[in-house]
């Protein structure tokens, strides 16, 4: 996918990251496009894998990724002290300060 295949959603989900948005205005933009707030992490992770996001936003593409990275390094260390659970989740995401 390149930056012209991005979607206008996309560009402003795009733009609304870029200011390091607030929980509230994460949730102000979902409920102005009838989605709901819980998927907005999955489609955000989702966009950050995409060329056209890379190129339109590389930055917020940077810290996704580096935000899903230490997701999974917290996964692991909770996984090892516990014995148990195997995905990240949003309260992974939460705790690294993505979300």
């Known amino acids: 996918m390149d930056s ?3 979607t206008d959603f996309d560009r402003e ?3 609304l990251e870029r200011s390091e948005p607030t929980s509230a205005q994460r ?9 709901a ?3 907005y992490p999955a489609m955000l992770d989702g966009l950050a894998d995409t060329s056209g996001a ?3 936003a ?3 593409v940077a810290r996704v990724r580096a935000a ?5 390094r917290y996964q692991r260390y909770r996984r090892a002290r516990s014995g148990g659970g195997s995905s990240v989740d949003s309260a992974d995401l939460r705790w690294v300060g993505l979300f």
């Open 68 to 72: 899903r990275t230490e997701a999974f």
């Open 54 to 56: 890379m190129t339109f």
């Open 37 to 39: 707030i819980e998927r």
């Open 13 to 15: 989900m795009l733009d």
């Open 4 to 6: 012209e295949a991005l």
């Open 58 to 60: 590389p930055q917020v």
């Open 27 to 35: 949730r102000e933009f979902c409920t102005g496009h009838g989605i």
